[in-house]
């Protein structure tokens, strides 16, 4: 504390000194009157004009949508500007009658406007149509003073060069729909906008969608612009690289051809998806420019169901090719020794059932190589019953069955792998014996997705390293222009012995060198697989093959890896219907492995 | 002890000051129910919860101008603590909104730290001199600085630049008041001061727009980039296209077909200059005035420099949310988000405006006692 006489002296000194704040205060505070006057009365007139006409708009500007790759740098997603046809609210005086009018000038959907413009908006743009043709745009610019509110506005359209290819993995756009606008994961996107609706284009939505920008332009009477106030860039989505190579996928869509199936080829050691083919498919281009109704419906209705990736979708029984997860649980639980042999009649008779093997003579001796080059079915009912559900149940699960892979696509389907739990809880029933006899061999209620098969060739491959499938490789970021690799993802490896791995490899090579998919044998690569056939319905035994509708013939499937030594590649195969895998699919996953096989040794020549 | 309160009970000055203040605020009200009522559907619309808030800042009031204020003034420098421990809170786990982070929530409610340390600040700076001879530099400006200084960072750290400019107003203008060395020096710098937003203005409006996004974004993510020429533009067609009278309640366009962004908040003055016109801005001009000018008598006429210089920095707080918010409307400064006091709608800035006001009262109900 100091003391009171200097303190009344101090108050003095400060309080003479607020004179100054005030005069300070006033003087600001007049001139903001003067301000005031300045817009309200000197110039208020205009501001009324400016108010009355509200003749500024406000328009958002589509950014560019992210371009997507291949890995090696191939274009497969693009954008091309287009005309689009927007009505501007504020200038239409007269809904109906411009409704009337524009069927005159250019093939509209006019109901379908009607209910878009209920919603009771008064103000900001709607658009009525999608890519005017140049024609369709000249002959509403010459028409403006009978059209108004009428504004064609250039914006980017998707557009997929390569048509039909890789359609499932890219996917299509399309407009952001009501529930998705309510949908708290779109919060920041504007109704109107063009968004990811399948495929990566959907599942990297964020990455591609870029930020709008706006534009705010003082307006004519008939809505035009005349001037711009202020302007804000848009920036355009990231770029991103694919690791798909669409070399690949493109040979891997013509090798399944006018039949329906999958192919997913693998880099068995950082999950890279190669190929992801489909078939049939779709055209992108046609969904992603607004499809008319009747074109969605003929679409969806299809029984081929084009839009279905059978790849990560179809849920099929593995057949045979779960040999290979039996034969690891085979090995890895001592149930029988890799070189014991058992001797195969060609029938296991169990209860009052008789099991039969694919070969009515049956194989003979069988020790575990055999049994899987031979594809003999008694060797597996036999440890298979020997094994029980539950232990068949874990290494299947071990091996990513009945579980999603996690690939970056919607709508992945988990597969089913059966156990005593899980018949109990669906079926209400207990397990019978019998059942576990049909899943040995890949049948009764197991049922795969031909992605989680390359997954089970690609851990046997990389002797039990489990990785994740994935989709994106880099992104390139728009802001810095800087490439983002991905990093490689974690792998895990599986609890197995390698020497299991290595008597499963022996097993999967002897297959195609003289087993079931002799077919499958290259000159230029050793390759390794497991044919199998994926029963669609019981047939007896003695119909003749040739004479069921195909409908009911069972799917040809055919898992592999390359080169045996040093694995490159991993493949899964299945063509719906078109019965043996070693006649129906195996080519096909050779000729695709030597492509890869080649093409690899072409870019190393090319890049030294 | 002899209490030193004035038992007069209230004088004339007294009800015109809290008579002017219940205006402002019913004027404040009156415009948010115009703006947010078309449009509403909520049980419980805002201009119910800024009457609410109105309530809740009348009892701070009451309390601020009922407690003699050297008591507040006593643990100023803990209640100064504490409010920079809710402003790391907020950084640490604040709320975000619109880019930056600003709340702490409270229940129901958003409380708004970076307000709230004003009063504390204030409390602070008008002890510290009160009770510390102001010889020197280093005790007269270097030392309140080290005071001002965290919270400052902490609130422009957020970021917000409005609050933290207001921060730092409350502070110059003290620390001139106090130790103006020449009064043709203080004038000047004062001057300088407050036409600090008009030379902004001038400056700023030689800047390209994206030299003033960059700026902006740098200080600033949460201010409205791009879009901050169409804000400024629809809120100058509000005031401009007012006139001379006004549109009428619910007359005004501008506001009624939401061409006017953030109405009821930081442009409610735009929403009452058009409804209202010339006319009436110059009233609430005039009422603002009329407070500034009470606080400003009373801080002449205080008993001690504590009391003196908290009443300056009322004056100060109030008078920079007003000069700035209606500068920034009118199109003189940038746009920086910064309310009007006890108009804009927000609890956080109702309840600390009105707590302000209350030990403004209080400084001068304690005037007339004897050192």
Redesign the interface.
């Known amino acids: 504390?100091?003391d009171?006489s200097?303190?009344?002296n101090?108050?003095a000194d400060?309080?003479s000194?607020?004179i100054?704040?005030?005069?300070?205060?006033?003087?600001?505070?007049v001139?903001?009157?003067l301000?005031?006057?300045q817009?309200?009365?000197r110039?208020?007139?205009?501001?009324?004009e400016?108010?009355?006409d509200?003749r500024?708009r406000?328009i958002v500007l589509e950014p560019a949508r992210g371009l997507l790759y291949d890995r090696n740098g191939a274009l497969l997603a693009k954008n091309i500007p287009s005309f689009q046809l927007y009505l501007s609210l504020e200038d239409v005086p007269d809904r109906e009658a411009i409704l009337a009018k524009l069927p005159e000038y250019i093939d509209v959907d006019i109901p379908a406007i009607s209910e878009r413009l209920a919603t009771k908006r008064?103000?900001g743009r709607v658009k009525i149509k999608n890519g005017l043709t140049l024609k369709e745009a000249a002959l509403i610019e010459s028409h403006r003073i009978e059209l108004p509110g009428v504004v064609i506005q250039p914006e980017y359209q998707r557009n997929y060069p390569l048509g039909n290819y890789a359609a499932h993995v890219i996917g299509y756009v399309g407009e952001i729909s009501e529930s998705q606008l309510k949908d708290p994961e779109f919060l920041d996107v504007q109704a109107g906008r063009t968004i990811g609706q399948y495929g990566v284009e959907q599942t990297f939505d964020s990455h591609l969608l870029g930020e709008t920008?706006?534009k705010?332009i003082e307006v004519d009477a008939f809505g035009y612009p005349k001037r711009s106030?202020?302007?804000?860039a848009p920036l355009a989505g990231n770029d991103l690289y694919l690791t798909i190579d669409i070399r690949l996928q493109r040979l891997a869509e013509d090798l399944l051809g006018e039949e329906a199936g999958a192919i997913v080829a693998l880099d068995p050691w950082n999950g890279d998806i190669l190929a992801l083919a489909s078939q049939p498919g779709f055209n992108p281009n046609d969904l992603s420019g607004g499809i008319s109704p009747h074109a969605w419906q003929q679409l969806l209705q299809d029984s081929r169901h084009p839009l279905t990736n059978r790849a990560i979708q179809g849920q099929y029984p593995p057949g045979s090719t779960f040999k290979i997860v039996m034969a690891a649980a085979v090995l890895d639980s001592q149930t029988l020794g890799a070189k014991e042999t058992m001797t195969c009649h060609g029938t296991f008779p169990f209860g009052r059932r008789v099991f039969r093997d694919w070969k009515r003579s049956g194989h003979g001796s069988v020790d575990l190589t055999k049994a899987i080059s031979e594809s003999c079915d008694v060797y597996f009912y036999k440890v298979g019953n020997q094994l029980g559900i539950d232990p068949i149940a874990k290494y299947s699960r071990q091996f990513g069955l009945g579980e999603k892979t996690g690939i970056a696509l919607s709508s992945e389907r988990s597969g089913l792998v059966p156990s005593r739990k899980w018949k109990r809880k669906h079926r209400g029933e207990p397990w019978y014996p019998g059942e576990t006899i049909s899943i040995a061999i890949g049948q009764g209620f197991l049922s795969v997705t031909p992605i989680q098969m390359a997954k089970v060739v690609s851990i046997v491959a990389t002797n039990g390293q489990v990785v994740q499938p994935r989709l994106l490789k880099g992104i390139r970021l728009r802001r810095t222009g800087n490439l983002k690799e991905e990093p490689s993802p974690i792998t895990q490896q599986l609890p197995l012995a390698p020497e299991t791995f290595s008597k499963i490899k022996e097993g999967l090579a002897a297959v195609v060198t003289k087993g079931t998919a002799k077919r499958a044998q290259s000159n230029i690569v050793s390759i390794a697989g497991k044919t199998g056939t994926a029963q669609v319905v019981a047939l007896k035994d003695d119909s003749d093959k040739s004479e069921v509708a195909k409908k009911h013939r069972d799917h040809a499937w055919f898992v592999a890896f390359a080169p045996v030594e040093q694995p490159k590649i991993a493949v899964a195969v299945i063509v719906e219907h078109m019965g043996h895998g070693g006649s129906a699919a195996a080519p096909l996953a050779k000729t695709l492995i030597e492509a890869y096989i080649n093409g690899e040794g072409q870019q190393q020549d090319g890049s030294l | 002890m002899n209490d030193n309160v004035n038992r007069r009970g209230l004088d004339t000055f007294d009800w015109c000051f809290l008579g002017i203040i219940a205006a402002i605020i019913s004027i404040g009200i009156l415009s948010i129910y115009s703006v947010t009522n078309a449009n509403s559907s909520t049980k419980f619309p805002i201009y119910l919860k800024q009457t609410t808030w109105m309530v809740v800042g009348t009892l701070a009031f009451l309390v601020a101008a009922g407690i003699d204020y050297h008591k507040f003034a006593r643990f100023s420098y803990l209640l100064y603590g504490a409010g920079l421990i809710l402003l790391i809170i907020v950084l640490i786990s604040g709320k975000t909104s619109r880019g930056s982070q600003r709340w702490i929530p409270l229940g129901p409610l958003m409380v708004q730290p970076s307000e709230f340390i004003k009063i504390p600040l204030m409390l602070t700076l008008a002890s510290y001199y009160g009770t510390t001879s102001r010889e020197g530099w280093l005790r007269r400006l270097i030392i309140p600085a080290l005071i001002v200084l965290p919270g400052f960072l902490l609130i422009l750290k957020q970021p917000d630049l409005g609050s933290s400019l207001g921060f730092l107003a409350i502070f110059i203008v003290i620390v001139l008041t106090v130790g103006m060395k020449s009064k043709a020096f203080g004038f000047i710098a004062l001057a300088a001061l407050m036409l600090f937003p008009f030379v902004w203005g001038g400056v700023w409006g030689s800047l390209h727009g994206y030299q003033q996004d960059r700026i902006l974004s740098f200080v600033d993510p949460s201010s409205d980039l791009g879009g901050k020429g169409y804000h400024g533009l629809q809120s100058r067609i509000a005031i401009g296209s007012g006139q001379l009278l006004g549109k009428g309640l619910y007359g005004g366009t501008q506001t009624q077909f939401q061409f006017l962004p953030e109405g009821h908040t930081d442009f409610v003055f735009a929403v009452f200059a058009e409804e209202w016109g010339f006319i009436g801005s110059l009233v609430l001009l005039s009422l603002y005035i009329i407070v500034l000018l009470m606080g400003l008598e009373i801080a002449f006429n205080a008993k001690d420099i504590t009391g003196s210089l908290l009443a300056v920095g009322v004056v100060t707080m109030l008078g920079f949310g007003i000069i700035v918010n209606i500068a920034m409307t009118s199109g003189l400064a940038p746009i920086v988000g910064i309310p009007l006091p006890l108009m804009s709608y927000g609890g956080s800035a109702m309840v600390v405006n009105l707590t302000a006001l209350g030990l403004l009262l209080n400084v001068k109900r304690r005037r007339l006692s004897l050192l």
Do not use: C, H, P
Request: proline letters at 0%.
């Open positions: 504390m100091f009171s200097r303190q009344a101090e108050l400060i309080q000194r607020l100054f704040v005030k005069v300070g205060l006033l003087m600001i505070l001139l903001l009157g301000r005031l006057w817009l309200q009365i110039d208020g007139v205009y501001y009324v400016l108010a009355r509200n500024t406000s008064r103000r920008g706006r705010v106030l202020s302007i804000q």
